[in-house]
């Protein structure tokens, strides 16, 4: 198993060393966003693919534009209350009308970038 650490003597992103083909092994979602919720980075784990039809998702807004069942629930909500506190870090389950499944989610700051992660993993039942 690889453990990302993100905290602040990790100078570099460690997500955005990697090659293309070994960020699509990586069993969730990932998105780097900046403060406004706009797209820098992403990485789609969903077969059916979450891009609306619009091509690539870099630029756009994360919570209205690319993933749209997290724009009016506590996932957008919780982005923005840890921006405005000065902290994010937080990890929750939850599930939205738009999902066939639940879903954890895994809001992390990256202190020397200056920018936010938002890492999706399905959850399964056992």
Same mark, same amino acid.
């Given at each position: 198993? %690889? ?41 789609? %784990? ?23 069942? %997290? ?43 200056? %920018? ?11």
């Amino acid at each position: 198993m %690889t453990v990302f650490a993100f905290d602040q003597s990790d100078p570099e992103n460690p997500l955005g060393s990697l090659k293309d083909e070994d960020l699509r092994k990586i069993p969730y979602g990932a998105a780097e966003l900046n403060a406004e919720g706009r797209v820098i980075s992403y990485i789609d %784990t969903e077969p059916e693919g979450n891009d609306n039809g619009k091509g690539s998702p870099i630029g756009r807004d994360f919570f209205g534009d690319v993933a749209r069942w %997290t724009g009016s629930s506590i996932i957008a909500a919780e982005f923005r209350k840890g921006i405005n506190g000065g902290a994010l870090n937080v990890v929750f389950d939850c599930a939205s009308a738009r999902l066939p499944h639940k879903v954890r989610v895994h809001f992390k700051v990256s202190p020397i970038l200056g %920018t936010y992660w938002v890492f999706v993993k399905r959850l399964h039942r056992t």
